[in-house]
């Protein structure tokens, strides 16, 4: 393992101040918010924003402000952050995110995590980016892949041969997987989602709320699903534009974030404008877009190539906490895919759980690890 720290070379931030101040704005017409996509309105005050009041050698600082190293598992480069934790008590927590986030989505969590609670209990965090994505190597693989890596990562590098696992998103996929492959090195796992109905499923088996969470997904898919369709079939169509272009790339992402936030008239309310493009930052200064969205077609084929180990059920302990903004998974369906020892449905929050409500997604943790 080696120290690593983000220093971006001038001329990149300079190639990127050029392009943000060359951008070809395309009619968006009558202004339609979010109907029909990116707010044509915000996305051009988030530019300017970008371009005029963004600092990234300031963000860049407030990054290397915490321990970064990379490493080498199975001829692929890892990049993580390992923060020990302040408590009598530290139990090894892996958070693992997902798309289109990094591993800034945790950046807020940090303190909350490895500060001690009342009993002095805390957390020894690992923040991995994963493959292909951010200051890892760009090699795209498939959940159980990358949950393999980890799983080295953790007990070879590390040497914790016990520990913890939470995420979202991508991050629930590979906790998965890491509980059904590892069972005797993962102890328990927290997640925010748990996997969604994708027609594979016995209709007649699933009960009245699992039928209805399924057919919300069905109508969720023809509304925002085709950047999923997309992404797992023709991957890099897709990432030489958005490799190209940072207000393309932003278009892309900020539109994931309002949609997966519950829709929220004003997208400020949830994520700081800095925070948001800290997040597109680390994937335009590392050009991960095409590999990180590539993922998704890894997954595909190794879905329709004989499963994954993360479409099984998961016995090791599982902690669920459902955010508002999420899609609602019931009770029902969430005992199908795991062993839930904590189902708790929240009235705040978003599907960038740890971002969004930094507090609430902390003592959900907390709260969780602690009974286990």
Do not use: C
């Not at 892309?252 to 597109?280: A, C, M, Q, R, V």
Request: aromatic content about 14%.
């Amino acid at each position: 393992m080696k120290s690593f720290k983000i220093e971006v070379p001038q001329e990149i931030l300079d190639d990127l101040k050029t392009r943000l101040q060359n951008t070809r704005w395309a009619d968006a017409g009558d202004d339609t918010g979010w109907n029909l996509g990116t707010d044509s309105s915000y996305l051009k005050a988030f530019t300017n924003h970008w371009l005029n009041h963004y600092n990234w050698r300031k963000e860049e600082g407030k990054l290397n402000q915490f321990p970064h190293y990379k490493t080498m598992v199975d001829e692929t480069t890892l990049h993580f952050l390992h923060v020990k934790g302040n408590g009598a008590v530290n139990e090894p927590l892996l958070l693992i995110h997902g798309w289109p986030d990094s591993f800034t989505r945790f950046l807020k969590v940090i303190p909350k995590l490895n500060t001690p609670d009342e009993n002095g209990f805390a957390f020894d965090l690992i923040i991995p980016s994963i493959p292909g994505f951010g200051f890892s190597e760009q090699k795209p693989m498939n959940s159980d892949q990358t949950a393999i890596l980890f799983n080295k990562l953790m007990t070879e590098k590390l040497g914790y041969q016990q520990y913890f696992a939470a995420g979202g998103d991508m991050g629930s996929t590979i906790s998965k997987s890491l509980a059904i492959q590892f069972p005797e090195n993962i102890s328990a796992i927290h997640l925010t989602d748990v996997g969604y109905p994708n027609g594979s499923e016995n209709w007649a088996e699933m009960s009245q709320p699992e039928q209805e969470f399924g057919q919300y997904i069905q109508q969720w898919f023809f509304k925002e699903g085709a950047f999923n369709m997309l992404q797992s079939t023709k991957p890099q169509t897709l990432g030489f534009a958005l490799n190209d272009s940072p207000v393309g790339l932003a278009s892309w992402i900020i539109e994931k974030f309002h949609g997966w936030s519950g829709y929220p008239e004003n997208l400020d309310s949830y994520y700081s404008k800095d925070e948001l493009i800290t997040n597109i930052m680390v994937y335009w200064v590392t050009q991960t877009i095409n590999s990180s969205i590539h993922i998704y077609a890894e997954q595909a084929k190794a879905t329709w190539q004989g499963g994954l180990k993360s479409d099984q059920k998961v016995e090791v302990p599982t902690g669920v906490s459902l955010f508002a903004g999420e899609a609602p998974f019931p009770k029902e369906w969430v005992d199908r895919k795991v062993t839930a020892k904590s189902f708790n449905v929240l009235d705040s929050g978003s599907h960038f759980a740890a971002m969004s409500s930094p507090e609430l997604f902390s003592k959900e943790l907390f709260d969780f690890f602690r009974k286990v």
